[in-house]
């Protein structure tokens, strides 16, 4: 069934809560704090280097009448990590909703004879080592009751040749998911990870050209490659108190390609 377009969505019961956004000046980081600011979220977004677009996102936030800012800074340092979540207390008076997007893909494939120690190292250090910096200054400051949303990838459960190092740290990220859940438990703090597919952002667009791109819409039951406002909505529902009585569970946003037991 066809519909035209319909209002834009607004989530229930995130209206005055405090949302921190890793990774937010574009992609899926940008589309998540965007629908948080519209279901009347304040919403902070980190960002490593590229002023313009964070400038631009956050005018995006503001227009919806919330609190925004954004931080730049590479959180591979655990010093940026900690100056992040303390500038958000700071702006926002505390934290409710954290969001851990940031992360990197090399897209060439490379098998693991030949991969290069320094391309494992930088990726687990960007995306396992920065998380936890961010996760663990999230479950000191988060308030009872609050949400931790990580984004993991279906790579990180089935593996990928060629991409090893991508879904080790993948794969990382969902354990820490289901052993953080049983810890924050106590406080009512879930935790829960999306594992999209492929999603039509900048990182994957080196993958998707010509041939390639046919190949992995064929591979999708829905024949369709994910806009990032597709994985936004499983991350935002998360974060509702619809989602409530979810934790440690890894949702798949793959359009079916994907299914993992």
């Known amino acids: ?30 589309a998540t704090a965007i629908l948080l600011a519209r279901s009347g979220a304040s919403v902070a ?19 919806l009448g919330v609190q925004a800012f954004a931080h730049r800074g590479d ?7 900690e100056d992040l979540f303390r500038k958000t207390g700071e702006r926002f008076g505390g934290l409710d909703l954290f969001v851990g997007n940031h992360g990197i893909w090399p897209h060439e494939g490379v098998p693991v004879a030949e991969m290069s120690t320094e391309q494992w190292l930088t990726t687990q250090r960007v995306n396992v080592e920065s998380l936890f910096y961010t996760v663990r200054a999230a479950a000191r400051m988060l308030s009872d009751d609050g949400r ?14 060629f991409h090893g190092d991508y879904a080790a740290s993948k794969g990382a990220v969902i354990s820490l998911v289901k052993g953080l859940a049983v810890e924050l438990a106590p406080r009512g703090i879930t935790v829960n990870a999306v594992a999209p597919g492929w999603v039509d952002t900048e990182m994957a667009a080196p993958a998707l050209q010509g041939e390639a791109l046919e190949a992995a819409r064929a591979a999708i039951p829905l024949r369709r490659i994910a806009t ?17 009585h979810i934790t440690g569970e890894i949702l798949n946003v793959n359009g079916g390609a994907v299914r993992v037991g």
């Open 75 to 81: 959180l591979t340092s655990e010093d940026v990590a």
């Open 1 to 30: 069934m066809s519909r035209g377009r319909e209002a834009e969505p607004i989530l229930p019961g995130l209206e005055g809560m405090r949302a921190l956004v890793t990774g937010g000046s574009r992609g899926v980081g940008r």
């Open 45 to 63: 977004i980190s960002y490593r280097s590229r002023d313009e677009d964070a400038d631009r996102v956050v005018g995006e936030l503001a227009a």
């Open 148 to 161: 931790i949303v990580l984004v993991s990838s279906t790579a990180g459960q089935r593996g990928e040749a």
């Open 228 to 244: 990032a406002d597709d994985i936004a909505g499983p991350i935002g529902f998360l974060c509702t108190p619809l989602a409530r």
